[in-house]
């Protein structure tokens, strides 16, 4: 079983960049699709960005694209969110998952979960 540690949040004003990390506690990390989704108050938790298992695919929510980038190295069993241009609107628990199974940006499928970390943007 796959342990994530999220870490890299805190507080930024708007137009800053934070740089969020997910390590993994396993080396079959490495063959898995990996992901980060947050959590704003009081709403239901989205999808920000996910990375196939070697690197060689990506995807963004269209809220982030051109703002986020999210990368991985299997060597170090790791994953990495560089956000910049960060928006009030950007705000929430960023968290990172693992899903073995399939390439897919619904968090139902992912079955590992890190504890989540604190973003949060001022205005």
């Known amino acids: 079983q796959v342990q994530l540690v999220e870490s890299g949040g805190g507080l930024v004003q708007a137009g800053g960049s934070l740089r969020l990390s997910c390590a993994a506690s396993?080396?079959?990390?490495?063959?898995?699709?990996m992901g980060w989704f947050r959590q704003a108050p009081g709403k239901g938790r989205e999808f920000v960005a996910a990375?196939?298992?070697?690197?060689?695919?990506?995807n963004y929510a269209d809220s982030v694209k051109g703002r986020f980038t999210i990368s991985r190295n299997n060597v170090k069993n790791a994953m990495y969110l560089q956000m910049n241009s960060l928006k009030p609107e950007d705000t929430g628990v960023y968290y990172c998952a693992a899903d073995p199974m399939t390439w897919s940006m619904n968090s139902d499928t992912y079955q590992y979960w890190g504890q989540g970390t604190q973003v949060t943007v001022s205005s």
């Open positions: 396993e080396r079959t990390f490495s063959m898995y699709t």
């Open positions: 990375i196939s298992w070697n690197g060689g695919s990506t």
